[in-house]
């Protein structure tokens, strides 16, 4: 079994009722098979998807704020209050100073919610890993988008970061992410010692939403 | 008649339940009084309290981005899709870069909802008037969240914004804030030409809120 | 007459000794034309150049700051310290906040240093205009590095661009930039209203830049 | 012998002719103790002091930039260029993204360049530690100015930060920061297990700055 996070980003199909919807089909599809599945939503839709589905929700991203003076800020304690299982850290769009990704990470740990630090290379993976996250997910930003999965165009990427990972913290797991699309991208992620994946556009804007989770998960 | 947007920042008394609480309170009373009363809320909180009032809610922020890959933002579309009135944009807490004041407010505009662009002195409403949003809220930074209201310690920055503003722009509407908690700051913001005024911790943690939004508006 | 200011970017052939030998150019070229030319040069060789040229020497950047507990930034009193005649603002390449964009050229204006604020399209002209910097610079960040002149490719944007600029400030001088190389660019820019041009590439990375500079102001 | 490096800030004491002053100062007490002094310069200075004086000079920030279409940035082969020693990569006054931090201090290494990363506390520490850089500096902020010296007031960050930062990479040196200013702070810091300190208030503002660094190296 491994671990699938789906990035709604900020794609007009991953948002308001579309979201809904794919929510509702990774929930279902999550029902008949073994692997994990997540969603990560927009901050706007969060609330009502978390009392539409029983699979975990994360939030795409929180800042590193408490409660107080931050117009326009969420932070960790109100995704939890909201039914958040966690959140993205740090994911390539959204990148984060070292300060203020550890804060989050911190605060995430004390509130028990879920920390997944988005990260670039190998480097930072390891870097990421000090932190002590539950994930960190490995995401070569050149790949982001193109369907060209990092399981086959960057193995090695994927291998020394679970490496690089495990050698300064070993409880931290590492997912990859990245072009991912089918299943056999996916199974390579998890050969090469990834824990799972974090996917986007090749779930998200595919033309059967259903089908193409199906076929990922290794149901058709 | 003048205008009271409520920003409910981050504050613990501003979000979830007691967000609900506070925007039904405000609900009320402008059922009851002939000022305009609206509440700028939390992303997380959005959705939810739309449908719980008959006030306008606003964003506290938009991001200056179109639907697309950008982890972890929200757009002008999606706040409308959520069924806001409109956006605080740029507020001392959440400052923009100036072509990203410039994308949101045009975009808003198309999108028919209401731009409210604050700012922290006399120049720089002028500018933010010449971008052509609905409102501008001009808030000296040092005086936010003092109780020391803008109308009494600087008079001069509310009228001289007002005169900046209209002589760049004579359809833009000038609000003020900073330090406002009671009528006569709101009475005086008006007296000084801004057509409403823009508050925070006066209303949102004051310990009788109800009461509080009641003097505000002179109905006690 | 019409103003040039040349932009060195970091451009490898705009930095070290390549910088003071395009300065040095321009000084020389600056003698035997009517136009005025001045360069836009890299922090860590601003003070050297102002040494070796009698042309005027801008900063590309100052921080909005004071002196004080800053580090890795710069402000207006250190560049005037160096001999420099003014600063670039809010390039595109270095976009600021708005409320940043007011404190430097209300700072620069105390300390009669020349300021030049970078902006991307007519509504961002007029705001930038508002704040009564000595130029405001329209360059539209799709043209910069193109080739693509803006006096030819967007014709109207500059032309609008110095209508609004006027409109709200008469005393502000409009620039334009993006894509200029040669001296019909130039002149195009001069007859569309504009007091000169911002430029860069077409200069700094000209194979003969000396020739590509003569050619631009008209000796050749 | 341990290390010492004081960093200028945007300290009016510590820009320009005051600047060159105070490294003179260091280069002349240098020369006669057993420390290593370097100071970290602003980037309009650090081309001057490097032709003044014998001892190492530091950049205080560097861009996570190659040469290119960047306005107003600086790289590390610049400084380098100019003869830098190395940079201060993330201080707390110019913290950075991650993925940012981990491109300059990689580039740096290829350009043998001295890395000194900043961090706030022992979290990341261990992250900077991870990415390889020469030096990490551990300065908590809340202490940074004050004269309360970290080695005095969170003794166990220093020895908690050097701890975790060789278990991550046994290679890299700690340094620390914040709050001091005497011999016996600098000594505690060793005796924690730094190699050294990162200040800059405490000499800098000093009233006689020869007389305070003589006392930091234990001279007087």
Redesign the interface.
């Known amino acids: 079994m491994g671990i699938i996070i789906i ?1 709604f ?4 199909e991953g ?2 009722k579309q979201a809904i919807e794919l929510a509702k089909i990774a929930d279902e599809v999550a029902s008949r098979c073994d692997e994990y599945i997540a969603v ?1 939503v ?7 998807i978390v009392k539409e589905v029983s699979i975990d929700v994360f ?3 929180v800042d590193a ?1 408490d ?9 960790a304690e ?2 939890k ?2 039914g958040a299982k966690g959140s ?1 850290i ?13 804060f989050i ?2 605060k995430m740990r004390e509130l028990e919610l879920v920390s997944v630090v988005c ?3 190998v ?2 993976t ?7 996250p539950d994930y960190v997910a490995v995401e070569p930003p050149e790949l ?2 193109t369907g060209i999965p990092v399981s086959k165009a960057e193995p090695e990427i994927v291998e020394n970061s679970v490496k ?1 990972a495990k050698n ?1 913290n070993r409880k931290v797991k590492v997912l990859c992410g990245a072009g991912i699309t089918n299943n056999k991208d996916y199974v390579s992620a998890l050969d090469l010692g990834a824990e799972g994946v974090l996917l ?2 090749g779930i998200v804007k595919a033309k059967d939403r259903k089908a193409a989770l199906e076929e990922l998960v290794g149901l058709r």
């Open positions: 990035n980003k900020a794609y007009r948002f308001g990560a927009n901050s706007l839709d969060l609330a009502e939030s795409q991203h704020i409660f107080g003076s931050h117009t326009g800020r969420i932070n109100m995704i209050d909201k993205l740090n994911h390539s769009e959204r990148r984060l100073k070292l300060a203020d990704i550890e990470v911190s990260t670039n290379n480097q930072t390891a870097a990421a890993a000090a932190l002590n982001i988008g690089a300064v986007a556009s």
